[in-house]
């Protein structure tokens, strides 16, 4: 846990000095650590889903890291945005939106 914290405050420290690559390797290096809490392994799933949409243009990497983001227990709050995340980059995919659920 102590290495994920660590290189969890790097990459925060990057990204707020815009050095958006190395935030996204430190995130990607957490990701790979055995035994990461989850609650710093959602938070680099989010941020490099936040990366790849909006500083490499690559959405279908974006959706997955979406998409194993929603795969930790989360707060509601977070799980509503990552749906919001994954909604508009199915948008900019042009897949189409789920059928809603029955009311009943």
């Known amino acids: 846990p102590t290495m994920a914290e660590a290189l969890r405050a790097y990459s925060v ?3 707020r000095e815009r050095r958006y690559t190395e935030a ?3 995130w990607r290096r957490i990701l790979a650590l055995r035994g990461c809490p989850a ?3 959602q938070e680099a799933t989010e941020a ?3 990366h790849h ?3 490499l243009r690559d959405l279908s990497a974006a959706r997955q890291f979406a998409m194993q983001a929603l795969q930790f227990s989360a707060s509601t709050t977070r799980v ?3 749906q919001h995340r994954l909604a508009r980059i199915d948008r900019k995919l ?3 939106p789920p059928p809603p659920a029955p009311l009943f």
């Open 13 to 15: 420290l990057c990204r």
């Open 24 to 26: 996204a390797d430190a």
């Open 39 to 41: 609650h710093i392994a």
């Open 48 to 50: 490099l889903a936040v």
């Open 53 to 55: 949409e909006h500083r």
């Open 80 to 82: 509503q945005a990552v």
């Open 94 to 96: 042009g897949i189409p």
